[in-house]
Nanobody
Framework: QVQLVESGGGLVQAGGSLRLSCVAS????????MSWFRQAPGKEREFVAG????????YYADSVKGRFTISRDNAKNTVFLQMNSLKPEDTAVYYC??????????????????WGQGTQVTVSS
């Protein structure tokens, strides 16, 4: 069983930055693909970014490409999402997800077996 705990959300002005963290329990973290999704009120959960187990491959949604960076530290069982140049439309609950499959670029929620509880990100205009 894998447990994921996100942190780092908050309120920020447009143009600002936030860094989200997700700590995973268990010994399988270094073999897992990791990702970040987000869900705004009244909208479906959407893929934001994914990273391979080794950290050498990453994939981003077009809406965040060039502004967000996903990274991981396997020694600390942690994945990060650095968010720069934030916009009001980035406001959402952000979820960390993991998978033992090679799905680091999959936007399908069904491909991700474990989820965190989410952290709120609010960007004011």
């Amino acid at each position: 069983q894998v447990q994921l705990v996100e942190s780092g959300g908050g309120l920020v002005q447009a143009g600002g930055s936030l860094r989200l963290s997700c700590v995973a329990s268990g010994r399988t973290f270094s073999r897992m693909s990791m990702s970040w999704f987000r869900q705004a009120p009244g909208k479906e959960r959407e893929f934001v970014a994914g990273i391979s187990w080794s950290g050498t491959s990453t994939y981003y949604a077009d809406s965040v490409k060039g502004r967000f960076t996903i990274s991981r530290d396997n020694a600390k069982n942690t994945v990060f999402l650095q968010m720069n140049s934030l916009k009001p439309e980035d406001t959402a609950v952000y979820y960390c997800a993991s998978s033992l499959g090679h799905y680091y670029s999959s936007p399908r929620t069904n491909d991700w077996g474990y989820w965190g509880q989410g952290t709120q990100v609010t960007v004011s205009s």
